[in-house]
């Protein structure tokens, strides 16, 4: 036999409210809110480090300034997003210059001449260099003679930041 | 006569709760914008300092200007078999009187805190002295990895003691040798 329900019952209209119980929720975003604000720098990230390689560690506490971006990875040497130059080529020639990097060095140095001419923005040939941790020195020193000798003599070098 | 509720009231009491519903819209804003913003690695940068008068025309050849003071020139050779220190007065001996300076550890690893406390030893000696008495030249073999140089130049900036962190030679010059 089926089983019915008293009358009383019949007539209720369920449960007034329905609530949430948003307690334990609270708690979990109090704790992610203090610890998204420890973290939190108001300089935020200026300089984004490419994906292709891995940066080597250092104690330095200097914090990374934005400037023309030149990337070093395990095959290409990028400028700005644009390949340049290929590091097995670097490592085959010579000569201490690069001669593609050159290059396209210079036209940006010469734009940024004609801008502080004109605008009065200054050129202070600042160049940012990410280089992969396994990057031999010879790669490294071609590629700063390089920066050198084409007019961004400003040279930093991006690292991961160790806590000691 | 003071007013008194009645005794007859029959209402449950509502269990007072606050309303949480302005916290969780701030919640709800701020969470994302502080992880928009969050700076999970640390990012560093190291400067590299080129010795004046080869601004820009010379790098990374080391060419001091010519000066008639006393110079340090002190310069960290990273090899294959460890660390060679030099300076213009002498080239530091390692222990057994031949070989690096400071020799690799047994285990193939580079001694950066050996290096460390050498560096802070002649740092005593020459500060104010030189002129120089702040830089260091750096040159490494052709085949030694980045993140090596980078240790070298951790090792050549600070020493730390008791007192707190001390400068050494933060002005770091890069070198090349022949290719």
């Known amino acids: 036999m089926a089983f019915i329900p008293s009358r009383a019952k019949r007539h209720a209209t369920g449960p007034g409210e329905a609530k949430l119980n948003l307690t334990s929720m609270m708690d979990m975003f109090t704790i992610i809110l203090l610890f998204l604000l420890k973290v939190y720098s108001t300089e935020g990230q200026m300089v984004q480090p490419s994906e292709y390689l891995t940066l080597p560690k250092s104690s330095v506490e200097k914090h990374p300034q934005v400037a023309l971006d030149l990337v070093v990875s395990k095959e290409w040497i990028v400028l700005n997003n644009r390949p340049v130059a290929k590091v097995a080529d670097v490592l085959a020639s010579k000569s201490l210059i690069i001669p593609s990097l050159q290059q396209e060095l210079l036209k940006y140095a010469n734009e940024a001449e004609k801008m502080q001419q004109r605008y009065g923005q200054e050129f202070s040939g600042a160049i940012t260099i990410q280089g992969d941790k396994d990057l031999p020195y010879r790669v490294l020193v071609k590629v700063m003679a390089t920066c050198g000798k084409s007019k961004y003599p400003n040279m930093r070098l991006l690292v991961y930041q160790r806590s000691s | ?179």
């Not at chain 2, 302005?22 to 190291?46: D, H, Q, Y």
């Not at chain 2, 300092?49 to 080391?62: E, S």
């Not at chain 2, 047994?106 to 000696?125: S, T, V």
């Not at chain 2, 085949?143 to 600070?158: C, G, L, W």
Request: proline share 8%; no cysteine.
């Open chain 2, 1 to 179: 006569m003071a007013f008194r509720p009645s005794q007859r009231s029959r209402r449950p009491k509502e269990n007072a709760e606050p309303n949480l519903t302005p916290v969780m819209n701030l919640m709800v804003v701020l969470i994302p914008l502080l992880l928009t913003s969050a700076e999970f690695i640390k990012l560093g940068m190291i400067e590299i300092n080129l010795p004046p008068a080869a601004r820009g025309a010379r790098v990374a050849q080391a060419q001091m200007p010519k000066e008639t003071e006393k110079k340090l020139n002190l310069t960290v050779t990273i090899t294959d078999e460890g660390f060679y220190l030099a300076s213009s007065m002498a080239v530091a001996l390692g222990e057994s009187g031949e070989g690096p300076t400071i020799p690799k550890k047994p285990n193939g690893e580079y001694d950066f805190q050996k290096l460390n406390e050498l560096l802070y030893k002649i740092k005593k000696q020459a500060a104010g002295v030189f002129k120089d008495s702040d830089q260091i030249i750096i040159v490494a073999e052709p085949e030694i990895d980045y993140q090596t140089v980078v240790f070298t130049m951790d090792a050549a900036r600070s020493y730390k003691t008791d007192q707190g962190p001390v400068a050494l030679f933060p002005k770091v010059s890069l070198s090349a040798t022949v290719m």
